[in-house]
């Protein structure tokens, strides 16, 4: 019994993995002038910085900007990486009396 449940998990964890390659979620600054776009999976894929910014050359802003973009994008990429998973697990464990998710 167990070991099922185990396999089940295993699988439910490498197909969790496998549809976070596939979702893209960005975090932004400045209205947009930084873009960033992460996966599911938190690995970064693009970077937009639009030109107007990059025409005021400040690079300590820009570089600001980036770090606000890139937390924003990996705080959503986690969130919703968790409500998957919260998801996969509903139907995987079977239900344990006092455990939600």
Same mark, same amino acid.
């Given at each position: 019994?167990? !070991? /099922?449940?185990?396999?089940?998990?295993? %699988?439910? &964890?490498?197909?969790?993995k %496998?549809?976070m390659? &596939?979702?893209?979620? /960005? !975090?932004q600054?400045?209205?947009?002038?930084?873009k960033?776009?992460?996966?599911?999976?938190?690995?970064?894929?693009?970077? %937009?910085?639009?030109? @107007? %910014? *990059?025409?005021? !050359?400040?690079? @300590? #802003?820009?570089?600001d900007?980036?770090?606000? #973009?890139? +937390?924003?994008?990996? @705080?959503?990429a986690e #969130?919703?990486? +968790? /409500?998957?998973?919260? @998801?996969? #697990?509903?139907?995987?464990i079977?239900?344990?009396? !006092?455990?939600t *998710?």
């Amino acid at each position: 019994m167990f !070991g /099922d449940i185990i396999n089940k998990v295993k %699988l439910a &964890q490498q197909d969790h993995k %496998l549809r976070m390659e &596939q979702i893209l979620v /960005d !975090g932004q600054a400045e209205n947009g002038q930084v873009k960033v776009v992460v996966n599911g999976n938190k690995m970064v894929k693009q970077i %937009l910085i639009s030109p @107007e %910014l *990059f025409a005021q !050359g400040d690079k @300590e #802003a820009i570089e600001d900007l980036l770090i606000i #973009a890139l +937390n924003r994008a990996i @705080e959503k990429a986690e #969130a919703f990486s +968790n /409500d998957e998973m919260k @998801e996969m #697990a509903k139907g995987v464990i079977p239900p344990i009396p !006092g455990l939600t *998710f």
